[in-house]
Nanobody, 116 residues
Framework: VQLQESGPGLVKPSQTLSLACTVS??????????WNWIRQSPGKGPEWMGA???????HYSPSFESRTSISRDTSKNQFTLLLSSVTPEDTGVYYC?????????WGQGTLVTVSS
């Protein structure tokens, strides 16, 4: 499996951040797979934001649940992250990550800066 994040590198405060993760070599509907978004902000450890699993069900971290939506487009084999009402504290590297059992595969990450 390979994952590639895409989206704008710069977002203004109060706007909605939208990122896509394109998955190769494995269908996002493959049994047992979970598709996650993880963020690492400057000076902080990785933060799990949420996931969409192979059934289409979603799970969110309580820290992000009120501002986050994760969806998928099976025709494109992509899943997406929407993070609303961003502030400069949302600046960081955003990763999409696949997991199945004990195996995790990370995308290369994409830097998002929130600034006016």
């Amino acid at each position: 499996v390979q994952l590639q994040e895409s989206g704008p590198g710069l977002v203004k405060p109060s706007q909605t951040l939208s990122l896509a993760c394109t998955v190769s070599h494995v269908s996002i509907t493959t049994d047992t797979y979970g598709w996650n978004w993880i963020r690492q902000s400057p000076g902080k450890g990785p933060e799990w934001m949420g996931a969409i699993i192979y059934t289409g069900d979603t799970h969110y971290s309580p820290s992000f649940e009120s501002r986050t939506s994760i969806s998928r487009d099976t025709s494109k084999n992509q899943f997406t992250l929407l993070l609303s009402s961003v502030t400069p504290e949302d600046t960081g590297v955003y990763y999409c990550v696949s997991e199945t059992g004990y195996l995790e595969v990370w995308g290369q990450g994409t830097l998002v800066t929130v600034s006016s």
